[in-house]
């Protein structure tokens, strides 16, 4: 039964949390993000959500561009550790986590199943996040984690609040239209 509750359980919900990534002027940086969604099919959109005071901020802006990167349960601690320190504080995460960087495609991390690589066409203001909406130029994926149809078969990291992470599972349910 729901009950009432107030704003902290607004955060408690899981998600799934990826890494984005972005690079300008010789920067490069990585950040977790739970505020993530698929936007468009045709054209192929993705939007992030990021905080103005992110210091991935001004890389996707200077450069136009952003990475996605979901990852397995098992890299939960990467995209945690993305999620944990901050480019203004001196920190080369690549180093420290650490990252790393996929050797044809630089937003791409090699600790990732599914990557897209983003063009910058539109940046909506969303309270204290900026939402930047994405054209999917790019995808690659680990093809350890898909079946032969195409599916997902791994467990992708998805953020329970405060910190927790869970898998997505392996129980796979089918719901066809003549089981209703
Ligand atoms: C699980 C998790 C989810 C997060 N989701 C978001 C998010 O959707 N948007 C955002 O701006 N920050 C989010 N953060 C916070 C940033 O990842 C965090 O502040 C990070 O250190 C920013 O790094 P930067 O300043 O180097 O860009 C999240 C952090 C964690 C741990």
New binding site residues.
Partial sequence: MLTESDLSAFLASPVP?VAVTARHAGVR?A??????MPLSMTPPLYG????KE????PLITGSGEFGVNFLPLARARTV?G???????DGVD?YARVPLTEHPDAPLALAEAFLHYTCRVVNVVETGD?DLFVGEVVRVLRDPEFYDAQGVFRGSAAL?NGR?LYVGSGQERLAFPKDRY
Avoid: D, E, I, P
């Fill in positions: 949390v940086n950040m977790a993000a739970g505020w993530s992030v959500q990021v905080g992110r210091g991935t901020h945690h993305a999620g944990s320190f901050h480019l203004y995460k996040h953020h910190g």
